[in-house]
T-cell receptor, first 116, second 113 residues
Framework: GAGVSQSPSNKVTEKGKDVELRCDPI?????LYWYRQSLGQGLEFLIYFQGNSAPDKSGLPSDRFSAERTGGSVSTLTIQRTQQEDSAVYLC??????????????FGPGTRLTVL | GENVEQHPSTLSVQEGDSAVIKCTYS??????FPWYKQELGKGPQLIIDIRSNVGEKKDQRIAVTLNKTAKHFSLHITETQPEDSAVYFC????????????FGKGITLSVRP
């Protein structure tokens, strides 16, 4: 079946511009996560959505970062006034439910963001 | 919060040899430890996991061991093949943490043909 998809696969933008990254989770998955992967770094947690609960935004690095999830499915990560240090691969993952740590997280291929 | 350390950052082995990747964690309450494999241009994929109530788990050529006393866990790959070349991430979390995994920085495994 279809896995997690993300778009665009690559995004090049100029410093100061806003960008939107999209994630389509696996159908039926109620939990959705955003991670950032910088060169030589691990996967940095950004934000987590679970059903209709308030999202866990504890990993967002600054108020320039925000995310929403409409209708419990598609999610959009928005970065305002992009900076060069925002350059990274942004990964989205989904799982059946966030109430059990044992539910596998399925990752999308990521969006590579380059800020010039 | 949890802190997961993964060393070294790169590992090179000859095809057919075994590879061992080690991770340490800081939160003694962590009870779930998955391993993810990331191939070039793709997202990470779960390859094996272990819960704190067992010390070892095997799946064909891969196995994971857990030492709760020392707070470290390891991934073992036997009879390595070129297709095992990838970045491997370990992670840790504990029940009730909303499944928020803390990842190590990853190790790049290269299998020389």
């Amino acid at each position: 079946g279809a896995g997690v998809s993300q778009s665009p696969s690559n995004k090049v933008t100029e410093k100061g511009k806003d960008v939107e990254l999209r994630c389509d989770p696996i159908s039926g998955h109620t939990a959705l996560y955003w991670y950032r992967q910088s060169l030589g770094q691990g996967l940095e947690f950004l934000i987590y959505f679970q059903g209709n609960s308030a999202p866990d935004k504890s990993g967002l690095p600054s108020d320039r970062f925000s995310a929403e999830r409409t209708g419990g499915s598609v999610s959009t990560l928005t970065i305002q006034r992009t900076q060069q240090e925002d350059s990274a691969v942004y990964l989205c993952a989904s799982s059946l439910a966030g109430t059990s740590v044992y539910n596998e997280q399925f990752f999308g291929p990521g969006t590579r963001l380059t800020v010039l | 919060g949890e802190n997961v350390e993964q060393h070294p950052s790169t590992l090179s082995v000859q095809e057919g040899d075994s590879a061992v990747i080690k991770c340490t964690y800081s939160d003694s309450a962590s009870n779930y430890f998955p391993w993810y494999k990331q191939e070039l241009g793709k997202g990470p994929q779960l390859i094996i996991d272990i819960r704190s109530n067992v010390g070892e788990k095997k799946d064909q050529r891969i196995a994971v061991t857990l030492n709760k006393t020392a707070k470290h866990f390891s991934l073992h790959i036997t009879e390595t093949q070129p297709e095992d070349s990838a970045v491997y991430f370990c992670a840790a979390t504990r029940t009730g943490a909303n499944s928020k995994l803390t990842f190590g920085k990853g190790i790049t495994l290269s299998v020389r043909p």
